[in-house]
């Protein structure tokens, strides 16, 4: 099993009970995650190893004309061309599991965990208007969608992607704002501060400048990060209900950002203190547009002024086994 290459090894992993678990026993463990670039059209998905720099492609049938969602544990969430039509997707096992079907738009999606859980919550946020807010919430195995709407103050702002926290759902807004949401309650509620408000992503005079607010988890406590163009990831952690700046090494942790989900590692030996993006280098596709605090600087190079989260790429859990 040893010798199998990566796309076999998965292959063979899902024959039968006995080659699982020897592909088990070849299991190494990498605490990093892997880029997976996933285009709409096509049976394909392109894997990266941004630690080895290699390169892998996984041919998969059940994919079809789908876009990309979000991802956690491995799992992807993919939608139909219809766009209505949802469904989680194992790549490494290829397991499907089909959602019903929702017609309502949305600008932010996340789940709680993996679809093969019992605590498996799916969430959805679309802004109607300033005040006005729907959240549709599902579950693996459900029939329908909820929807609830709620009034709010979550104004004309650019938003973060949602996260999963301790069972509850997040979403932080450039005026400071961080709305939670309980799906079991099916409540939100929401607190504001002024000194992480981000004037400067509603700036016209830098508008040609791509603007970001990512939001992820660490050890159950959130940590915000905001891009501005090529500038410094500004980095704060919310300690005691206050966002307090994080050094300017980041402590050992590895944050891989994405536009749809975001994972942080700590003490990922060759990646320590850097922000890694879903994205290659402008002269150099072996290696991930990633900024490091060590050295105060962007790595290949400047990045171009252009988003650094492309739409159909994201961060994934490498394959359980590995070669």
Known sequence: MSLLMLKDKIRASTVCKKWCEAAKSVRVVHKHQWFASIPTFGNSINLFDPLERK???????????????????GWLLMRRSSFVEFFFFNPYSRELISLPDNELPYQAIAFSSAPTSETCTLVTLNRI?????????????????????????????????????????????????????????????????????FPEIHNNEWSYLPKELYLMEQKGELILMYTYGAEKPVMYKLVSSKWEEMSSTLDGLTIFASMYSSETRMDVLGMKNSVYFPKYGLRNNMQCVSYSYNDARYYPGQPERRLLCPVDSLWIDPPPFLM
């Open 129 to 197: 208007s300033e005040c006005i807010v729907a959240i549709s919430t599902c579950y693996p195995g459900a029939t329908e969608w909820i929807t609830k709407k709620f009034h709010c103050a979550f104004g004309p702002n650019v938003h973060s992607n949602l996260v999963c926290v301790n069972d509850r759902f997040y979403c932080f807004t450039s005026g400071g704002v961080l709305f939670e949401f309980d799906p079991a309650s099916r409540t939100l509620s929401h607190q504001a501060w002024d000194d992480v408000r």
């Open 55 to 73: 390169k892998y492609t996984l041919n998969l049938p059940e994919k079809g004309v789908t876009d990309v969602a979000y991802s956690k544990d």
